[in-house]
Structure formats: structure tokens, C-alpha cells
């Protein structure tokens, strides 16, 4: 939840159509007060009134000063997202603002190590780094210097706002997420920012999975969605395979998969326990960590392939998914014939190779 919810408040639409005005006419004494009067009325407008805001919210990004408060209009917008507004029409310019703000937060990075000594690391996200001598530093105009600064500063204040968009539509993802993940990993490489959940949010795949069972022989096809990390994909690929039958172990409760798929969050966390039924294993016979993502499995002849082998030892997890508002799902769409099991697993290394030692 981005703000706590307050009393119903009236007349948020006219508050937003002030800022509109505002911005439109580049007005700043205008505009302060009015993005100050929108700050305090998204919090107590009412689900109906933020079903029709939120679209406004968002467009007014790409027109607000970049050197303004525009993760915090993001995140209004955002607000207006978890309460009814449309993802979809919300997202373009939520998300447009946060790749900028990456790519600006990267040049930030790459302009400070330039002009710096090889032993001078970069300097903690906080706006009291911002100076003269800062902007100096990264060369260009006053103004050009304060917004990559601000960008490295600000970058993970749009986070909730990117979140509520990419976790309520499939099709935010599909547009948008790709373009985006790039900037994301490599501005968290850098080690100075938490961006854990925007890339996990950024890494959700929409796609069919080959899945080869080694003990058994057989093969599946699986198409997963909205599966925020490992743990939530091996809950529910035991629960469609040894669940439904089709390679021997243990199912996981009904409880840990409905927690995996329930379109409705869970209210804080639980003590729903899941218990492992498989090894998750790359094609070359890496283990594919829990803890990691779906993208971690690779990508075989334009297919994801993923080898499930006995477990070797006994693994339990907290069965609360990552992203409660974001269901998972995975479907059993066809097992695959025994030519086409044997085909992908001439893909894979022979069995003694894929079992490693913990």
C-alpha cells in the first residue's frame, strides 16, 4: 500500500484538473501548490474518484520538470492503480519515467567514475550529496548535473508505483518489462540501490517451459505466469506434476497452493509451510536456486528447459509469495511425446553430471 487510506474526500477531480492547468501553463507558482493539494487529496479520494484520476496522474508525468517531484506524482498515480484505476492506461508514463531515471542514474555512475580516482566509489544515494561541486563533476550545465544526480538519488522512490502497474496486468508486463530489465540489473549491480523487487517485478515471464522429470523419463510442457520467484514456481510445478499424477512424490498442501495462485493477497504473512519435491536443475546441470527467478532457467532452441531431478536433500520454505498481488499460475498444457522428451534431453548433460554436491 503505497498511503494509508483516510476519510472520503470530495472534489479530487477538481484538484487534479488545477494541477493539469498548472503544469500546462508551466506555471510554477501554480503548480506547487497544486501538486501539494493533489499529495494530500489522493489519500482520502475515493476508490471511484481514484479509478478516474489515476490516468490523469500518470500523464501528467512526461510534462512534469524532471528535476521535480515526479517520483512522488508516480507514486499518487500509483496509489490511484491500487485502488481501482486502470494499469494499462497508467502504465506507459509510470514506466517511461522509471527507465529514464535508470539510464540517467547510470550516466550519473558512469560520468562520476570518469572524473574520479579508481579508488573513489560512488557515493550513496542521498540528496545532501547534491552541490556545486557535485554537478561540476559530472560536467554539462547546472541543470543537466542536478537531474542525473537527482536520478541516482530518487531511483528507488518509483518502485511502488512501477510495482502496482506491473503487478496488476499481464499485458503492462508484456509491453514494457523487457525494455526496462536491462537498465534495472545493471544499476543494481552497482550495489548502491535496492531494486530487488523492481527487477524481480521486471523478470516475471508469461512463456511455456519445457520440464524433463530425469527419474522418470518424461517430459512436459508447463506455461507459467505471474510467478514472482523459485520458491512459487516449484510449489506449483509438484503441485501440476506429482499433484496430477504424473511423476511420483509428494504434493504440495492445497493451503501452499492457494497461496501460490489466489487472486486475492494474503493479509500479512503466514505459517503455511511448502516442502521441496525436486532439484531444479539447468539444462548443463547448475542448480536453478530457489531464491532465484524463473528467467534464471536458460534458454534451449528459442525454449526455456528446465530438469527436475530427486532432491538431495529435504528443503522447506514460507509458502507466502513474493508479490501478494500477483497470482501465479501454471498450466500443464501437453506431455510430451517420448521422440520429443528424447530430443530435449539430448540437450541436457548426462545424469551423473547433473547431481552436485550441496
Known sequence: MIFK???EATSFAAIVTELEGAVAARDGDRTGPAFTAVMHGVQSASDAECHLAGPRLAALLPAFPPTGPRPMLAMAA??????GAD???CAEPILGGVQQDLLDALEFARRWTATGAAEDELPEPDEKIIDDALTARLGGDVY???RLALAWCSIEEWQPAALAVLCRSAEVRR???SAILPACRDLAALERHDLKCLAYALAVLEEPLVVLHRPTGTGFEVRIGGIGDNFQLHTLLAHVLVGGGHVPGTAPSAESV?????????Q???GTIATGAFELLAPNGERIWNEGLPDDIPVVEGRRLLVLDEPMYQ???NADRFFPHLPGSAELTRVLTADETRTWFGHTSPGNEIRRPS
Open 258 to 266: 492457494r497461496l501460490a495462485t489466489d487472486p486475492e493477497p494474503a
Open 144 to 146: 543537466e548535473g542536478t
Open 315 to 317: 528443503r522447506s520454505w
Open 175 to 177: 509491453r514494457h518489462a
Open 5 to 7: 487510506r483516510k476519510r
Open 87 to 89: 494499469p494499462v492506461a
Open 78 to 83: 500509483g496509489f490511484c492503480v491500487e485502488r
Open 268 to 270: 500479512g504473512r503466514t
